[in-house]
């Protein structure tokens, strides 16, 4: 009988079966950078829809995606999901308390500086695809993008910059949808139908 060491024994049962969770934290990034840049490409108004879509899916959604990625031991998609879940938790309330009269709405800079942090975040997770995927590459090249195209918006003034940005940010929600709901696809029909 062959020798089977007690390290060796324990990692026969260590086998992670359990659901991927990265679809989930694709398709809630997706969605409601979607919704967010209809927005900002002045298609719709930022209202209730946006506001909890952000709480929750975006939110919410992300940072369960985000605890679940840690478990399958994967650091890129925990703190990516979990950070990004962290920033529409964030984003909805910096406009929900100045409606409740908690504090006063933010200046240009202010929103700059906060998305500015988020663009550099953003930046750092870009590189990490240069080891991955080439769909996750161009979406968070169209992410950082964004983000730049909101900050450039809110330091000059200049509308047209936040326009734009917003219809880069649907490129980059219809990205992230893509591959999320690509992942599950393939899953479902066990072979690689979308290239994701």
Not at 76 to 96: D, E, K, R, Y
Not at 103 to 119: H, Y
């Amino acid at each position: 009988m062959e020798h089977i060491d007690e390290r060796s024994r324990n990692n026969i049962f260590l086998v992670d079966d359990t659901a991927n969770p990265a679809p989930l934290g694709l398709c809630a990034f997706g969605m409601t950078t979607i919704l967010l840049s209809l927005h900002n490409a002045g298609i719709t108004a930022i209202g209730s829809p946006i506001l909890a879509m952000a709480l929750f899916y975006g939110g919410i959604a992300q940072v369960i995606a985000g605890i679940l990625e840690w478990k399958k031991n994967n650091t890129f998609g925990m703190v990516t999901f979990g950070s990004f879940g962290f920033f529409w938790i964030s984003f909805a309330f910096i406009l929900l308390l100045p409606k409740m009269n908690l504090i006063g709405a933010p200046t240009n800079p202010e929103l700059a500086a906060f998305l500015g942090v988020w663009g550099l975040f953003a930046l750092g997770l870009f590189i990490c695809t240069f080891r991955m995927h080439r769909v996750l590459q161009v979406t968070l090249f169209f992410v950082v993008l964004l983000v730049a195209l909101l900050v450039l918006n809110e330091l000059t003034g200049i509308a047209m910059l936040g326009i734009f940005g917003g219809y880069v940010g649907l490129i980059a929600g219809l990205l992230a949808l893509y591959i999320g709901m690509g992942q599950v696809i393939n899953e479902v029909f066990g072979e690689r139908i979308f290239p994701v």
